[in-house]
């Protein structure tokens, strides 16, 4: 199985360019189910679920071609399967965003139960409760979502119990196509949501309120296709943030947005870092300084992502002071505190909080990912773990992080794979 090793105690210093996003081009790609003419996607990352995105759109019978630089073209397809088989499902929890659109141009779908990172029970009640407001008929059965709107869906009124990314994006695609209008509330309000909407409005969709916690949607007959460039990924741009300031480095992240990543940036200001941003950059710069410890609570956009915590609970590990760490959005997202502690950190778990008292230094020891964020953590760590750290089980980073050895490596850190 694949590792990567790292040797820690490089200052990190230099320029990387950031990767289209990941939790944006999942839906993209499965909103090229809603498009009756060819539509081509561009700045797509290399990421593994984006190649399982791509054979499960195939295994529905959608014709697909990459060109040299990842864009990828989509044929429309007047006949799909309907079904998405568990096989393909089982490896990522993103696969039931083909739920929304197949019901809503096909009048039927069935998919496989999600299964994912194991960060929690995850279940996927709001998507289905959202269609069944547009007018769906939906049952649970041998581990599929078996959904039918045989008349197709009509605009309804739906208001989320609780703030879900994925759950938004499903009963968007499918209210595109509604008849009539649909009100949902309680959205969340991701930027992946509005890239999303601005993909959807491309294709001849009407939204409004993509980004705030209402959504409405005028349904239109048809989608068509044309072009469109994902947005760059916030989280691969704070994780490579966090990199320079744990090693006291300077890092310019190139082709990406500060706009979106204000609550990260405004903690990173909080442990000492320097940060500058303009036009499709952000430069953080550390001055040789170790980082301040940071307290954070996870929370929906626009408060500090989840998706970002296991990276500043290793900053965490070696700033100056005490952090106090809270996570709210998923259940069992604290794995990587007993591999950080293999490599000598001083953390202590009180249900969903995790106090860290930073060390002076970390040394490096054999490590094991056991989801994508939490991944990247450990090789932030390793990074400035005196001696070797091995992170095994490394496929979990390449599910979301285009390149990373190579984009680190330019940077200066000394990292390698090997198989
Ligand atoms: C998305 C992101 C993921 C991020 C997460 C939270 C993608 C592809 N993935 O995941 O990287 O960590 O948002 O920002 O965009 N819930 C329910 N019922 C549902 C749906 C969700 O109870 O039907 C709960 C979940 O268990 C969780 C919370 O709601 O506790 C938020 O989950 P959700 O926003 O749905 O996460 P994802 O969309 O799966």
Do not use: H, M, T
């Given at each position: 199985m694949a590792k990567i090793i790292i040797t820690g105690g490089n200052v990190l210093d230099g320029e990387v360019q950031i990767s289209g996003a990941k939790n944006a081009v999942l839906p993209i790609l499965c909103a090229t189910?809603?498009?009756?003419t060819t539509i081509s996607i561009g700045n797509v990352p290399h990421l593994h679920d984006v190649t399982t995105t791509m054979e499960l759109l195939g295994a529905l019978g959608v014709r697909l071609s990459v060109d040299d630089k990842l864009g990828i073209t989509v044929e429309p397809t007047a006949m799909v399967e309907t079904i998405a088989p568990y096989e393909l499902v089982k490896t990522m929890?993103?696969?039931?965003?083909v739920l929304g659109p197949l019901l809503a141009r096909h009048g039927h779908a069935e998919v496989s139960l999600p299964g994912g990172?194991?960060?929690?029970?995850?279940?996927?009640d709001q998507h289905i409760r959202g269609l069944i407001a547009l007018g769906a008929d939906v049952v649970v059965e041998n581990g599929f979502v078996k959904a039918r709107a045989d008349k197709g869906l009509r605009g309804g009124h739906y208001s989320f119990d609780m703030v879900t990314v994925t759950g938004t994006e499903n009963v968007l695609m499918a209210a595109a196509l509604a008849k009539g209008t649909t009100v949902l509330e309680n959205c969340a309000e991701e930027p992946e949501i509005v890239d999303l909407a601005n993909c959807l409005a491309m294709m001849g969709a009407r939204i409004e309120g993509?980004?705030?916690?209402r959504i409405v949607v005028e349904g239109v007959d048809s989608l068509h296709g044309g072009h469109y460039d994902v947005m760059p990924d916030r989280i691969e741009t704070g994780t490579f943030l966090v990199a320079g300031a744990m090693t006291g480095g300077r890092v310019l992240a190139r082709r990406t947005r500060a706009d979106i990543l204000e609550s990260v940036l405004h903690k990173l200001e909080e442990a000492g870092a320097h940060v500058n941003t303009g036009d499709g950059f952000i430069e953080l710069d550390m001055r040789g300084k170790r980082p301040k410890s940071v307290s954070l609570t996870t929370a929906p956009?626009?408060?500090?992502p989840t998706d970002m915590q296991a990276q500043f609970a290793a900053m965490n590990c070696i700033a100056d002071g005490v952090g106090v760490i809270r996570e709210t959005i998923f259940e069992n997202r604290f794995m990587h505190m007993n591999e950080l502690q293999r490599l000598g950190s001083d953390i202590q778990i009180e249900g969903n909080t995790a106090i860290i008292r930073g060390v002076e230094r970390l040394t490096g020891a054999p490590i094991m990912a056991t989801d994508l964020r939490a991944s990247a953590s450990l090789v932030l760590a390793g990074l400035v773990a005196q001696g070797e750290t091995t992170v095994d089980r490394i496929y979990h980073i390449d599910r979301g992080y285009e390149n990373i050895e190579e984009k680190l490596g330019g940077l200066g850190a000394k990292i390698r794979r090997v198989a």
């Open positions: 189910l809603l498009a009756e929890r993103a696969s039931i965003l990172c194991a960060i929690g029970s995850r279940p996927v993509a980004g705030k916690n956009y626009p408060a500090f």
